[in-house]
């Protein structure tokens, strides 16, 4: 996919959405505006956020939710998902498909509420005084195209709050507007494929991920709400292809072997010994893979495609399949909401690419974005003796309190309970709305072991691009828990993630990451070393060095991609790729595709 012209579109809209949404709110928070009057709760709940998160922070999160919806909108009326364009022109004409119609009387009453109808009706009709009515007559149109959306997305089109709508940018129609631009970056040639999103992601991230880095220079660590921008780089696809293939597909292989799943598989790459002692599959049901640091989904899109291929020479009901791979085989794990949500979306969009009536399914993505959950000792302890004290091991006590600072170790916690499936069954099925004072008490329980299910080692596959961050750029509580938790690998974040995918993974579970190569060699990683050598195999690795990401420049990353048995297996000779002398992505995949053949 070509890239430069969506890098440069992503990080104009930052730039442009958040100089009109910061002009916006001086306009709304005036003390003789308009909105004081007729919009007081929302300026009220609007000024609450201000004082809990800070201006920027609201400026900055208002910016990237239209950003997110305006790229979705468009995604969608490309590839048809719409019922008529939403930001998008008909053939032949100029203005969005929804307000042409709009404009000729007719406007979709399942999507738009009958207030909200008559609303557009009398600006467009000249009833309803307005400067710019047709302009407000479209905000009104995509507000309600968000909203019906949230049926069938919730994570990507919540409701929208009356703050958020009060500053949706008010250019959406001229030929400068944000709309125009993404409809000239997002053209139907790129939007054949979801991992645009991704890419749109990364790029509107980048100046931000930039001035992380300057800070670094400066001594300043990088904190939890800055990991994510520090630490996210999307895949180029035939890396993602050669993980998911050698894991996944090989998973699949060994449990059958008359499969013909391998005549597409171009990047795998074929045991040279019969292996009799693998991790053993029933059904395509009963895979479950994780990426535990998914970003926007890349992973787990390109998986998707595998599985389905899976279930087809099982010969499953087409209509059903998308249905299964998103209920009982993808799993994602974040810590960044944004990328949660595209993730869920990008896979949510591979569903409806294979099934036209998927929307109306009501089936929600496996992404889980961990948040932090603090419990204070009174009303845990009231919660506890109102449930049932007998429930309630120290261990599970401990799992409880493990995610008070899950937005800064993310996938790294270990869950002191390995299995809470059972003690979540329970807990869901207990009724306390009647208590008023227990009852948000127990929505933080279930979400905390909600969050440790996830982290429970219960995958058949991990397969991960994890964060890079060495000791120097964490934070001091980051630095002082890895110190306790990852003594073998606490020189990087990267290392430490391949302890713990392979703690995520079933015995002979399959794990596939790219990292900095690092690991390999330096004596800070002795140990680690040791310990996969001990506990696990490597079946096969892609020695990749410099210049395997073209949107990183020169030698500043060097990496390894490779795939692991979470398993000794004795004897057993892995296939051993070197691809540092190619120059560029395209060099290093010819080179892996020729000596795979």
């Known amino acids: 996919m070509e890239t430069a012209k969506l890098k440069k579109f992503a990080q104009f809209a930052r730039r442009s959405l958040i100089e009109q949404i910061s002009a916006k709110l001086n306009l709304v928070l005036a003390e003789s505006s308009a909105a004081r009057r007729e919009e007081a709760k929302a300026i009220?709940?609007?000024?609450?956020?201000?004082?809990?998160?800070?201006?920027?922070?609201?400026?900055?999160?208002?910016?990237?939710?239209?950003?997110?919806?305006?790229?979705?909108?468009?995604?969608?009326?490309?590839?048809?998902?719409?019922?008529?364009?939403?930001?998008?022109?008909?053939?032949?004409?100029?203005?969005p498909e929804i307000l042409a119609e709009a404009k000729?009387?007719?406007?979709?009453?399942?999507?738009?509420?009958?207030?909200?109808?008559?609303?557009?009706?009398?600006?467009?009709?000249?009833?309803?005084?307005?400067?710019?009515?047709?302009?407000?007559?479209?905000?009104?149109?995509?507000?309600?195209?968000?909203?019906?959306?949230?049926?069938?997305?919730?994570?990507?089109?919540?409701?929208?709050?009356?703050?958020?709508?009060l500053l949706m940018p008010d250019d959406l129609l001229s030929g400068n507007s944000i709309l125009a631009y993404t409809r000239e970056a997002m053209t139907p040639d790129v939007c054949q494929d979801v991992?645009?999103?991704?890419?749109?992601?990364?790029?509107?991230?980048?100046?931000?991920?930039?001035?992380?880095?300057?800070?670094?220079k400066k001594n300043k660590k990088i904190?939890?709400?800055?990991?994510?921008?520090?630490?996210?780089?999307?895949?180029?696809?035939?890396?993602?292809?050669?993980?998911?293939?050698?894991s996944l597909g090989r998973l699949w292989m060994l449990n059958r072997p008359n499969s013909k799943l391998v005549e597409q598989m171009e990047y795998y790459i074929k045991p040279e010994q019969v292996e009799s002692d693998f991790l053993h599959i029933g059904k395509p049901e009963d895979i479950k893979m994780c990426d535990p640091a998914c970003g926007s989904g890349h992973i787990l899109t390109y998986t998707f495609d595998l599985l389905y291929a899976i279930y087809e020479e099982e010969g499953y009901d087409p209509f059903e399949i998308p249905e299964k791979i998103l209920m009982h085989n993808l799993y994602g794990i974040e810590i960044?909401?944004?990328?949660?949500?595209?993730?869920?979306?990008?896979?949510?969009?591979?569903?409806?690419?294979?099934?036209?009536?998927?929307?109306?399914?009501?089936?929600?993505?496996?992404?889980?974005?961990?948040?932090?959950?603090h419990f204070n000792e009174s009303e845990l302890k009231d919660y506890m003796d109102f449930i049932g004290r007998d429930l309630f091991t120290a261990?599970?006590?401990?799992?409880?309190?493990?995610?008070?600072?899950?937005?800064?170790?993310?996938?790294?916690?270990?869950?002191?309970?390995?299995?809470?499936?059972?003690?979540?069954?329970?807990?869901?099925?207990?009724?306390?709305?009647?208590?008023?004072?227990?009852?948000?008490?127990?929505q933080k329980v279930l979400q905390a072991l909600q969050q440790a299910d996830y982290l429970s080692p219960k995958y058949h596959v991990v397969v991960a691009n994890p964060p890079y961050m060495g000791?120097?750029?964490?934070?001091?509580?980051?630095?002082?828990?890895?110190?306790?938790?990852?003594?073998?690998?606490?020189?990087?974040?990267?290392?430490?993630?391949?302890?713990?995918?392979?703690?995520?993974?079933?015995?002979?579970?399959?794990?596939g990451m790219i990292t900095m190569q690092s690991w390999m060699f330096l004596s800070s990683f002795e140990k680690l070393r040791a310990k996969l050598l001990d506990n696990a195999t490597i079946l096969s690795m892609a020695h990749l060095g410099a210049r395997a990401f073209d949107s990183i420049g020169g030698?500043?990353?060097?990496?390894?991609?490779?795939?692991?048995?979470?398993?000794?297996?004795?004897?057993?000779?892995?296939?051993?790729?070197?691809?540092?002398?190619?120059?560029?992505?395209?060099?290093?995949?010819?080179?892996?595709?020729?000596a795979i053949q």
Request: with cysteine; hydrophobic share 40%.
């Open 336 to 373: 960044d909401e944004r990328a949660g949500e595209l993730a869920a979306f990008a896979l949510t969009m591979k569903a409806r690419a294979r099934q036209r009536r998927f929307f109306n399914k009501g089936v929600k993505p496996n992404i889980c974005v961990l948040e932090n959950i």
């Open 104 to 165: 000729m009387g007719h406007i979709d009453e399942e999507m738009v509420a009958e207030k909200t109808r008559e609303q557009i009706f009398a600006l467009l009709g000249g009833s309803s005084p307005s400067r710019d009515p047709q302009s407000e007559a479209y905000c009104l149109l995509v507000v309600a195209a968000c909203n019906d959306f949230n049926k069938s997305m919730p994570y990507l089109f919540e409701k929208i709050a009356d703050y958020t709508e």
């Open 44 to 95: 009220a709940e609007l000024e609450k956020q201000i004082q809990g998160h800070g201006r920027e922070q609201v400026i900055e999160r208002i910016a990237y939710i239209w950003f997110n919806r305006f790229c979705a909108l468009r995604f969608m009326d490309v590839n048809r998902y719409t019922r008529i364009g939403i930001i998008t022109p008909a053939e032949g004409q100029f203005q």
């Open 223 to 246: 904190t939890p709400e800055n990991i994510p921008a520090a630490t996210q780089l999307f895949t180029p696809h035939w890396i993602v292809r050669y993980l998911v293939e050698n």
């Open 471 to 511: 000791g120097k750029g964490m934070n001091p509580s980051l630095a002082a828990w890895v110190k306790e938790n990852y003594p073998e690998s606490k020189s990087d974040l990267f290392a430490m993630f391949i302890e713990r995918n392979l703690d995520l993974t079933q015995k002979h579970g399959a794990v």
């Open 395 to 442: 261990p599970l006590q401990t799992t409880l309190k493990q995610f008070e600072e899950a937005d800064n170790f993310g996938s790294l916690i270990r869950p002191a309970v390995n299995d809470v499936s059972g003690m979540l069954n329970i807990l869901e099925s207990k009724n306390v709305s009647g208590q008023l004072f227990l009852s948000p008490t127990h």
């Open 555 to 594: 030698e500043v990353v060097s990496t390894t991609a490779f795939v692991l048995d979470n398993g000794y297996i004795p004897d057993f000779k892995g296939a051993f790729v070197r691809l540092v002398d190619g120059k560029s992505e395209a060099e290093k995949d010819r080179m892996l595709k020729e």
């Open 195 to 216: 991992e645009v999103i991704g890419w749109l992601y990364q790029f509107y991230i980048s100046e931000k991920k930039d001035k992380v880095f300057d800070d670094l």
